[in-house]
């Protein structure tokens, strides 16, 4: 079995999320709930999850960030508080409702409710080391390990060292001729953020950071179905209905003035987008920023402001989606963490300042059950967005089989007004055909 080295390099990517956390932004986490009809062999899964800190070694890291750069350094100390086992639904909670540091490390945890209906397996890992579509990977793996300790305990996999995390593995999929157009598209996104200069957004009550409590709502699936069958008759996809359902709830929860630029920050998959497999070669962050503009145009109802949409990301889709911000990644890349971390800070107080920080919502993607086995699959399963702070609104949805799932990590004191704006939301959506 090969060596796994004691350092890493940080991706680029790595370092503007660990930078958003040090500016105070966010707690960027990911975690993913797994709920089954049969328990779990605890002993097992625990062992399963060990063995993934060296499967794929970023996750047996913690991340070093110094004056001028930041890496990634195995730990050579017992890993230990990786796995955790309760029959307590209030401690299964507050677990979901803490922190995991990058900084100390392993960058992943579990949680295992014990309940005489089915366990609930909780998957936490440090948005640093991946995205969703990372986090997704880390479950599709675990559950191989767990299924191979079944039959051989001595079963151990193969570490990846040599899987990419960088975005090199996306640009290897460009045609050469196509960078001058994403300079060109990245200076045509900037253009369209800042006229107007103002965005309309959710004004999220300001309060103390900690306490933070997760929001979750389920869409039953039958009422997915009718979401489907609506998308068709429009011709729009699920990601497009959220998108104007949360465009509607935005300008009713928030009075629109009608001056204010209709415009949100979305995420792009570009594993799904640019790489044949759809994989990625390690676990990593390959999703970046999109953004969908209305302008001052929400249409009349529903189905005005969801052709709106579906126009624009047909179009965005039709012309190399989520790479307009590509172009900026290496280069932060290459400037002094601690320079990045001061630019970072100083571009998000200004947006603040201005009011123009897009109100976000992010698709966490679909679970697929099929992958996902741990002696039976899941009957359901979700996934929950890094924790984000006011004056910054970010919800996630993502999906299991034909499940549903909208969610969003906020401070306590932000609770009511979110509670209050995903009402309004779910209202928004269409429930007929």
């Given at each position: ?9 940080a ?17 960027f ?8 009809e ?70 992943i ?83 369209s ?50 998108i ?9 929860a ?38 969908i ?82 002696d ?58």
């Open positions: 079995m090969d060596t796994i080295p004691d350092h890493f390099p991706a680029a990517i790595d370092k503007i999320i660990s930078s958003g956390q040090d500016i105070g932004i966010a707690d986490m990911l975690q993913m709930e797994l709920v089954f049969h328990g779990l062999d605890a002993e097992r899964l625990a062992l399963s999850l060990d063995l993934m800190l060296d499967a794929q070694p970023v996750l047996g890291c913690r991340l070093v960030t110094e004056k001028k750069k930041a890496y990634w350094e195995r730990l050579t100390t017992p890993r230990q508080d990786t796995f955790f086992l309760t029959t307590d639904q209030t401690e299964f909670d507050r677990f979901r409702d803490r922190p995991i540091d990058s900084r100390q490390g392993p960058q945890n579990a949680y295992v409710l014990r309940a005489a209906n089915g366990d609930r397996l909780l998957l936490k890992v440090a948005h640093q080391a991946c995205d969703a579509a990372g986090l997704n990977d880390i479950a599709v793996q675990l559950s191989r390990i767990y299924t191979q300790l079944a039959n051989n305990r001595g079963y151990l996999p193969q570490p990846n060292i040599q899987g990419a995390r960088d975005c090199g593995q996306i640009m290897r999929h460009l045609p050469w001729y196509i960078y001058p157009a994403l300079v060109f598209s990245f200076l045509r996104t900037t253009l953020n800042q006229i107007p200069k103002k965005s309309h957004a959710l004004q999220v009550p300001a309060g103390p950071p900690a306490p933070f409590t997760f929001i979750i709502r389920h869409l039953s699936p039958e009422r997915v179905a009718r979401l489907a069958a609506y998308g068709r008759q429009h011709q729009a996809t699920i990601n497009d209905l959220m104007a359902a949360f465009y509607r709830a935005l300008a009713k928030e009075a629109w003035d009608g001056r204010a630029a209709l415009r949100i920050q979305t995420t792009v998959d570009l594993r799904r987008w640019y790489i044949p497999s759809g994989k990625a070669e390690g676990i990593c962050n390959l999703s970046t920023y999109e953004y503009n209305l302008g001052r145009e929400l249409g009349r109802d529903f189905a005005a402001t969801l052709s709106r949409v579906s126009s624009i990301t047909k179009r965005k889709k039709s012309g190399w989606i989520g790479l307009s911000e590509l172009c900026m990644v290496p280069l932060s890349g290459l400037v002094p963490y601690n320079l990045l971390v001061k630019a970072c800070d100083k571009l998000l107080h200004e947006r603040i300042k201005s009011r123009n920080y897009p109100s976000g919502l992010t698709n966490l993607g679909l679970i697929e059950p099929e992958t996902v086995f741990f039976g699959h899941p009957v359901n399963g979700w996934v929950l967005p890094p924790v984000v702070y006011p004056p910054v609104l970010y919800i996630g949805f993502s999906g299991y089989g034909s499940h549903l799932t909208l969610s969003a990590g906020v401070p306590c004191s932000a609770r009511q007004t979110i509670e209050t704006f995903f009402d309004t939301m779910l209202e928004e959506l269409p429930d007929g055909e």
